[in-house]
């Protein structure tokens, strides 16, 4: 692949010019491109083993301590995710995104409609989130939920956290994992999960804040057979929002999370319908 291939990511993908940036791009989005001229991803469920068997050799994580919990989250590093996709020798890996999203990944914006929706960057609601489940729960006053879904989840950083306290506790979970773009899920959100479950089986004080962690296919078997043994189902799930998308969310979680998902008013309805929907299939 061309040395030229290039993302508009800062070392740190957390970071306050780059929210006002966003908010500073994303407020003309509404005026500049209409509903009607965005096109949409249909809804698709991946094979969670299929995008685990095609994790790479090693990962480069730094770890998130939430403010005030003592909770802790891997992710992978942005470099690290960067460095991979600019050594594939085919991008059509993911055979349902188009032209348009190797475009866009190619490209300066963080955010391009109906093409590319910011999952490979990590928004900073997103601790905020992590935190109040991780202080909710903690405290009692929210019970551990055993269905989950979060819609534009990327980094999944407050799932990530739900699906460490599952493997650590015992909980049983099922989690749906929502981003717009397939290739998200592959490179952010599957390793991401990879990491939480390392995590959970580091022993007391032997988890490194930031560094590299092998990933061999025996790794892989384990993770996949861990998640089965614990009774942790995930649903990986790529496609813009709407009705079409509530075919995949039944039975309905009982609890829904978004967090910076909604930036322009284009997307407000889409989103109501999958929340609204939601309630309906579960009673709420």
Same mark, same amino acid.
């Given at each position: 692949m061309s040395s030229?291939?290039?993302?508009?990511?800062?070392?740190?993908?957390?970071?306050?010019? !780059?929210? !006002?940036?966003? #908010?500073? +791009?994303?407020?003309?989005?509404s005026i500049a491109c209409p509903a009607s001229t965005v096109p949409s991803l249909t809804p698709q469920v991946h094979d969670l083993t299929g995008f685990v068997?095609?994790?790479?050799?090693?990962?480069?994580?730094? *770890?998130?301590?939430?403010?005030? *919990?003592?909770?802790?989250?891997?992710?992978?590093?942005?470099?690290?995710?960067?460095?991979?996709?600019?050594?594939?020798?085919?991008?059509?890996d993911v055979k349902e995104e188009d032209e348009r999203t190797?475009?866009?990944?190619?490209? +300066?914006? $963080? %955010?391009?409609?109906? +093409?590319?929706?910011g999952g490979f960057k990590t928004w900073e609601c997103s601790i905020d989130l992590s935190r109040y489940l991780s202080t909710e729960i903690s405290a009692g006053t929210l019970t551990f939920?055993?269905?989950?879904?979060?819609?534009?989840?990327?980094?999944?950083?407050?799932?990530?956290?739900l699906l460490h306290q599952a493997l650590v506790k015992g909980h049983s979970l099922s989690l749906t994992l929502q981003d717009y773009n397939a290739s998200v899920l592959q490179h952010v959100t599957v390793p991401n999960m990879y990491l939480a479950w390392a995590l959970s089986r580091a022993e007391e004080g032997g988890w490194e804040d930031e560094g590299?962690?092998? +990933?061999?296919?025996? $790794?892989? #078997?384990?993770?996949?057979?861990?998640?089965?043994?614990?009774? %942790?189902?995930?649903?990986?799930?790529?496609?813009?929002?709407?009705?079409?998308?509530?075919?995949?969310?039944?039975?309905?979680?009982? %609890?829904?999370?978004?967090s910076e998902t909604i930036y322009s008013p284009n997307s407000l309805p889409?989103?109501?319908?999958?929340l609204n929907g939601c309630c309906l299939l579960g009673g709420y």
């Open positions: 030229t291939f290039n993302f508009n990511f800062a070392d740190e993908d957390i970071d306050i010019d !780059e929210n !006002e940036q966003l #908010a500073s +791009v994303t407020s003309s989005l068997a095609r994790l790479p050799h090693k990962l480069n994580y730094s *770890t998130l301590n939430i403010p005030d *919990t003592d909770a802790q989250i891997p992710k992978r590093e942005l470099w690290d995710i960067k460095l991979q996709l600019m050594h594939e020798e085919d991008m059509d190797k475009e866009a990944l190619n490209g +300066v914006d $963080d %955010v391009i409609p109906g +093409v590319y929706e939920p055993a269905r989950v879904a979060e819609l534009g989840c990327g980094s999944a950083l407050p799932s990530m956290h590299e962690i092998d +990933v061999t296919d025996e $790794d892989k #078997a384990a993770f996949l057979n861990d998640l089965e043994m614990k009774n %942790v189902h995930i649903t990986l799930l790529s496609g813009g929002w709407g009705e079409e998308m509530l075919g995949y969310m039944n039975p309905a979680p009982s %609890v829904l999370l978004a889409a989103f109501t319908d999958v």
